[in-house]
């Protein structure tokens, strides 16, 4: 499984927006960017996921790198609730391993 | 989006009983489910995979006869912790996908185990 490299923390002001970067240098032609999110004694919650193109949900956006080897979640405006660890994953096969992830905090 | 359920979301017991935890896709058929095992303060490690009328396939370092891990249908799996010593005390969370091509995972709400 291919590995995933975040920082271990980020802050946001509270409705700001949040960019989360992953880097992903050795991801393959078959791996999705997947990302999650995990807030405190929770089981994680799906966010958005993508392979090639940019990706747009009504929780956040997904921008991926022409070359696919990095890319950034955006949180558009961040309230309290986005407090939590997420998790960038690249998915190819049936299985998901998390990383570190990074955890933020948005300060009110 | 689809819903994973858990039970017990927490259970505490004595060292060397047995402790069964149910994970349930409410609104979903999966032929699939996982388990993980989360410490705190760190990332959710893949104990195991569990395939519908088949064995588990459990990762390296996992102890299958501790973990026994149950497919029955295609909505319930089962992790049963045998023999439970408190270094098992965790937070154990299930998942599982829809059919189909790089779907999501959807995740349960965890159980936290506490064995005294």
């Known amino acids: 499984d291919a590995k995933t490299t975040q920082p271990n923390s980020m802050e946001s002001n509270e409705e700001e927006p949040v960019h989360l970067p992953c880097n992903h240098s050795?991801?393959?032609?078959?791996?999705?960017i997947h990302w999650y999110r995990q807030l405190p004694s929770q089981g994680p919650e799906y966010v958005i996921h993508?392979?090639?193109s940019n990706v747009n949900n009504r929780m956040a956006s997904l921008a991926i790198a022409e070359d696919r080897k990095s890319s950034t979640l955006i949180l558009h405006r961040a309230t309290l609730r986005d407090a939590a660890v997420y998790y960038c994953?690249?998915?190819?096969?049936?299985?998901?391993?998390f990383g570190t992830g990074t955890s933020l905090t948005v300060i009110p | 989006g689809a819903v994973v359920s858990q039970h017990p979301s927490w259970v505490i017991c004595k060292s060397g009983t047995s402790v069964k935890i149910e994970c349930r896709s409410l609104?979903?058929?999966?032929?699939?489910m996982f388990w993980y095992r989360q410490f705190p303060k760190q990332s959710l490690m893949l104990m195991a995979t569990s395939n519908e009328g088949s064995k588990a396939t459990y990762e390296q370092g996992v102890e299958k006869d501790k973990f026994l891990i149950n497919h029955a249908s295609l909505t319930l799996s089962t992790l049963t912790v045998t023999s439970a010593h408190p270094e098992d005390s965790s937070f154990y969370i299930c998942?599982?996908?829809?059919?189909?091509?790089?779907?999501?995972?959807?995740f349960g709400q965890g159980t936290r185990l506490t064995v005294v």
């Open positions: 994953i690249l998915n190819a096969g049936n299985q998901f391993y």
């Open positions: 993508g392979l090639t």
């Open positions: 998942s599982a996908r829809k059919q189909g091509a790089n779907t999501e995972a959807f």
């Open positions: 050795t991801i393959s032609g078959t791996d999705y």
């Open positions: 609104d979903f058929q999966a032929t699939t």
